[in-house]
């Protein structure tokens, strides 16, 4: 199964600036997925990002408070942009296994004050 | 609009009881599949089902997908500390062999204690 380096772990952010969220794929996948987990709940999908082409948002996301990035096959970042308190989660990157699952970065918890 | 309805939310039992979370929806999904949480962790797949009808055992946990592939079971016999976590069960739409995007239960926290 592919293996998923996430980072940061945690952060804390000052409302008004971004952070970059970054994951790093062992073997090379087609799509990534990017959720967000808010506190005591469960996840939603953000977007999917393709190597090569704009990243595919979900409803009540968008380009501008969420640009991702997926410059090759094996990496992919989030930015959360302009952050306000609301904003404070857990970010997770997943790919599709071989097996038929998926397989979860570590997350990202971020809280902004 | 949550597609997938998890009952109990929260669950807390002693070691050594059985316990049964369920997972609906009226939509069909191609796969269901079900996952555990610990804190600071992902979710990390502890079972895919993909016939309606299909039952899969792993050790002391019994997986269910229903009939019309819109509902599912996850049952724990002799429940052990270490099953504590956030169990989320999640429906892919799509066809079979090709990546499409899974939308995840509410989720059911279980607590074991000794």
């Known amino acids: 199964s592919a293996v998923i380096s996430q980072k940061p772990s945690r952060d804390i952010c000052q409302r008004g600036t971004s952070l970059t969220i970054q994951c790093q794929v062992d073997?090379?996948?087609?799509?990534m997925f990017w959720y967000r987990q808010q506190p005591g709940q469960s996840l939603t999908l953000i977007a999917t990002?393709?190597?090569?082409?704009?990243?595919?948002?979900e409803s009540g996301f968008v380009i501008d408070k969420f640009p991702i990035s997926r410059p090759n096959l094996t990496f992919s970042t989030l930015t959360v942009s302009n952050m306000s308190p609301e904003d404070s989660s857990i970010y997770l990157c997943?790919?599709?296994?071989?097996?038929?699952?998926?397989?979860f970065g570590s997350g990202t918890r971020l809280t902004v004050v | 609009t949550q597609l997938l309805e998890q009952s109990p939310q929260f669950l807390s039992i002693q070691e050594g009881e059985n316990l049964t979370v369920y997972c609906n929806s009226s939509?069909?999904?191609?796969?269901l599949q079900w996952y555990r949480q610990e804190p600071g962790e992902g979710p990390v797949l502890l079972v895919t089902?993909?016939?309606?009808?299909e039952v899969k055992k792993l050790k002391r946990l019994t997986f269910q997908f229903g009939d019309a592939r819109k509902d599912s079971s996850l049952h724990i016999t002799a429940a052990q500390p270490g099953d504590t976590g956030l169990y989320l069960c999640?429906?892919?739409?799509?066809?079979?062999?090709?990546?499409?995007?899974?939308?995840f239960g509410t989720g059911t926290r279980l607590q074991v204690t000794l």
């Open positions: 999640a429906g892919e739409m799509g066809n079979t062999g090709t990546a499409s995007k899974l939308t």
């Open positions: 997943s790919v599709e296994g071989s097996w038929g699952g998926y397989t």
């Open positions: 990002a393709n190597q090569g082409s704009e990243a595919t948002y």
């Open positions: 073997s090379q996948v087609t799509m």
């Open positions: 089902v993909v016939t309606g009808g």
């Open positions: 939509s069909v999904f191609s796969s």
